[in-house]
């Protein structure tokens, strides 16, 4: 809705409660989603429900978990490019009730520590399906606790039983577990565990989007408020067509019943870790809300979470640092100088490379607008020119005493104009690719500097 | 409630369909669908997303871990070609490497003689990459133009420096032209149209958007290959050629899978890693609407074909 719109909903008594000075700069902020309707204590009840159900997001944001948590949805665009993807879909590990449960507890720890690095960033993995593959209550119920003792990360419970739910919920209410799930059998004692228990639930419905959303609706009108649904997208021959069958009834139709961010299961018809692997990744960027793996192995898992941070990068926004003069690894003034961009990729692949080698440099930085080594090069924004003028405006002269400067071996071309801008420097032809960074310093920087 | 209805978009475009091969050679037809990759519920895919080994005519300067699982074959061209069929390539797709001024400088007749050699070795349809510097993709491109007469070969690549004499050699000797800018819609579809004004049909274009691998710039491909693919469904014949990605190449430069030693433990198995980049990207790129993948590691070309058949096979 445009602000206008909003504003004829208004009282237009600018009586400023709502924090602004007039009815219509309110209007204008909430159409921005930068103000929150109920700011307005003044809006009649009607005026107030049409506005709270205009403005609500076609996907809604659910959050499982406690102090760690998942949130998802509140997906606004079916492409990326449109804007951006906003809440990248949880990805957690499937363990079954039938693992002894030494192994269980093994892998859970495995899985909550594990970390991996990647632009700054520390990536990891959310959480955990807790699933009740052996029909047996007190099994689950055993793998339930040992996931209590060992993980503070969000849980999905998996039961059909309601009962043997109820007592998993006793153990873990209190952090907002995903209940899995409310069926056509058991729908209605569930939304009941649901809202007694204050936790989010998961719908399956398998044979249709048509039935999943009455099924939805149908707990809905019981009360529950936040919902994963399962259209049952467990593989290649399905997954794209539900889930963007439900985006497209979401946001292009507004869909209520189906406005709910979905899980998956990839592993569900999978030849192997790898098969599964790359279903997931299609799931994350063809339109997974939460997916369960069978599988954790940190070669697979990486790239996973790779592939998440690249899908959900905002497309408007270059990921850079900022310009300047960065010293790696404690340098003094008789150690090398290098230059790159300021794109975040760029800055982390050459700063992390000269880290790990061990070896004292400076690292100078240009502002590019955060583009790449080559794509700054050819827009014009990391030529000989820029590079002499940053390094005039960071005082390179302040913190070395050896007047040489190893540039990207991508744009060894410009060598001979830099020669000419930097009257007095040298200029060094480094290695194309960052992880020659190491090798590179240990074998040429002295004799071609000392 | 009213019986929910599913939304189906009512596209005006379809991918031209482009064929390689044929005259005495295994033929291929790519494109065709007339909607998006996966949608079964709204359009049809006429033919599979193709795959396409890599090979090169000089022994690579490949990690270890990928020159293992083509063994000596790398040494021979043919030998190497012959081999791709065997791991399942629907393509062969030949990289002349040597002919880089800084490689070997190789010329026109290394060119013909290898490609003559992989003709003469597979029956697959083939794709020829020069060196990508514009001037020598031009002089070994136009000498291969001439002996693979009639077999729709694809050459590449053709830019928006060389893209006259490419154009017209593939519309003299019946060839079909790698269109490649960089990661970007409008440029490729300009591109397209230069060629297009040049007399080349769009039956006989492919374009490569030009890759960025997983961690390296995927998600601005991926965009581009999207929006390509939306272009040309909304009816812009312009963006409609069949889409290429070099998903090995740009994979394979990138530490995560050059590299075994000195990285984080986090990092995980090294070959498990390494062949998951190329097939993420590969997979990644083909849901957004790539229709040739090419590969460097035959595990990568299983579990790609792994994926499509289960696509297509709706299992
Ligand atoms: C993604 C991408 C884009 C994105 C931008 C991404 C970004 N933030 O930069 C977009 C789509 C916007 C883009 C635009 C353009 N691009 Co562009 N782009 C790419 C692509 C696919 C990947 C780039 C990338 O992210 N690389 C990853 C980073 C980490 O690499 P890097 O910065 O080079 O760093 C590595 C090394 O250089 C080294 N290194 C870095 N710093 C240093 C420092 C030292 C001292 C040393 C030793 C080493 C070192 O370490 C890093 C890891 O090894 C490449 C092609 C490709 N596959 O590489 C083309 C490419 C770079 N783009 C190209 C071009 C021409 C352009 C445009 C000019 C096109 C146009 N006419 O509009 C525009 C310019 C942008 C503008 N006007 O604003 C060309 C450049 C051609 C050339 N040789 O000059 C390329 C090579 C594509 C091609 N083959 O034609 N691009
Ligand atoms: S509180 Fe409501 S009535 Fe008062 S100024 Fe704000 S929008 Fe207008």
Not at chain 1, 173 to 186: E, G, H, K
Not at chain 2, 12 to 28: H, M, P, Q, S
Not at chain 2, 56 to 68: G, S, T
């Amino acid at each position: 809705m445009t602000g206008i719109e909003i504003y004829k909903y208004l009282p237009k008594t600018n009586c400023k409660k709502c924090g602004f000075p007039t009815c219509l700069a309110f209007a204008m902020k909430v159409a921005q989603k930068q103000a929150e309707i109920s700011l307005c204590p003044e809006l009649s009840p009607e005026s107030r429900q049409f506005l709270e159900e205009a403005s609500r997001p076609p996907i809604k944001l659910v959050s499982i978990g406690r102090d760690k948590k998942i949130e998802t949805g509140n997906e606004t665009v079916l492409f990326r490019h449109e804007k951006t993807f906003y809440h990248q879909p949880g990805l957690v590990i499937r363990i079954k009730d039938t693992e002894s449960p030494g192994d269980a507890a093994r892998r859970i720890r495995e899985v909550s520590s594990y970390s991996v690095q990647r632009v700054g960033l520390d990536l990891t993995l959310d959480g955990f399906a807790l699933d009740n593959e052996s029909g047996n209550p007190a099994s689950f119920l055993r793998l339930v606790e040992t996931a209590v003792n060992n993980t503070d990360m969000p849980l999905v419970l998996m039961s059909p039983d309601t009962a043997t739910m109820k007592l998993a919920l006793d153990k873990t209410a209190q952090n907002r577990p995903l209940i899995y799930s409310a069926t056509r059998d058991n729908w209605q004692d569930m939304a009941q565990l649901a809202l007694d228990y204050h936790c989010p639930l998961a719908v399956s419905e398998r044979e249709s989007p048509g039935n999943l959303a009455e099924l939805t609706e149908r707990v809905i009108q019981m009360g529950v408020e936040d919902i994963i649904t399962d259209p049952g997208a467990d593989s290649f021959g399905n997954s794209v067509d539900l889930l963007t069958q439900l985006r497209r009834l979401a946001i292009n139709k507004r869909c209520r019943p189906l406005g709910y961010p979905s899980i998956t299961f990839p592993g569900d018809h999978a030849s192997g870790p790898e098969d599964e692997a790359l279903l997931a990744a299609q799931q994350i960027a063809k339109y997974a809300g939460i997916i369960v793996l069978d599988h954790f192995y940190p070669g697979i898992v990486y790239p996973l979470l790779t592939l998440r941070l690249n899908i959900y990068t905002d497309p408007q926004k270059p990921v850079k640092v900022a310009a300047g003069i960065y010293p790696i690894n404690d340098p003094g003034n008789s150690d090398p100088l290098l230059v790159t961009t300021d794109f975040s990729l760029t800055y982390f692949s050459v700063a992390g490379e000269i880290q790990s080698c061990g070896f004292p440099s400076w690292l100078l930085i240009c502002d590019t607008g955060g583009l790449s080594v080559l794509t700054a090069w050819a827009a014009g924004k990391f030529n000989a020119r820029e590079i002499a003028k940053t390094a005039k405006q960071f005082g390179v002269n302040d913190y070395v005493n050896h007047n040489a400067l190893v540039i990207p071996g991508y744009v060894a071309v410009i060598k001979g104009a830099l020669e000419e801008e930097m009257a007095g420097w040298k200029i060094l032809v480094g290695p194309r690719e960052a992880m020659d960074i190491g090798n590179y310093l240990k074998r040429t920087w002295r004799e071609n500097v000392l | 409630m009213t019986p929910l209805q599913i939304p189906v978009e009512k596209w005006a475009g379809k991918v031209t369909e482009v064929k390689l091969g044929g005259n005495g050679r295994k033929d291929i037809t790519i494109g065709g669908e007339n909607t998006l990759p996966f949608l079964h519920f709204e359009g049809t895919f006429p033919h599979q997303p193709a795959l396409a080994i890599e090979i090169q005519d000089m022994e690579p300067d490949w990690p270890a871990d990928l020159l293992l699982s083509w063994g000596d074959a790398v040494k021979d061209p043919g030998q190497w070609a012959r081999k791709a069929a065997e791991y399942g390539a629907d393509i062969v797709a030949l990289r002349l490497r040597s002919a880089h001024p800084e490689v070997e400088n190789s010329g026109a007749e290394k060119a013909k003689r290898t490609v003559a050699s992989v003709l003469e070795a597979v029956d697959l349809p083939l794709i020829v990459l020069g060196p990508e510097v514009a001037e020598k993709d031009n002089e070994v491109l136009l000498a291969v133009s001439e002996i693979g007469r009639g077999q729709r070969l694809a050459l590449g690549n053709c830019t928006d420096k060389n893209y006259r004499a490419i154009a017209a050699s593939c519309l003299a000797n019946e060839h079909v032209a790698i269109a490649k800018a960089p990661t970007d819609v409008n440029l490729s579809k300009q591109l397209n149209m230069l060629l297009h004004e040049a007399g080349l049909p769009m039956s006989s274009v492919l374009t490569d958007p030009t890759t960025g691998a997983l961690g390296y710039g995927l998600e601005y491909t991926y965009s581009v290959v999207e929006r390509l693919r939306l272009s040309c469904l909304s009816g812009d014949e312009m963006t409609s050629t069949p889409i290429i990605c070099t998903v090995g190449e740009e994979s394979w430069k990138q530490k995560e899978s050059r590299s075994s030693q000195d990285i984080p433990e986090s990092w995980g198995a090294q070959e498990r890693r390494a062949i998951i980049w190329e097939s993420i990207t590969s997979a990644i790129l083909a849901t957004a609407g790539a229709d040739i993948v090419v590969l460097r590691h035959p595990r990568s070309v299983e579990l790609i074909k792994e994926m499509n058949g289960k696509w297509l096979s709706m299992t």
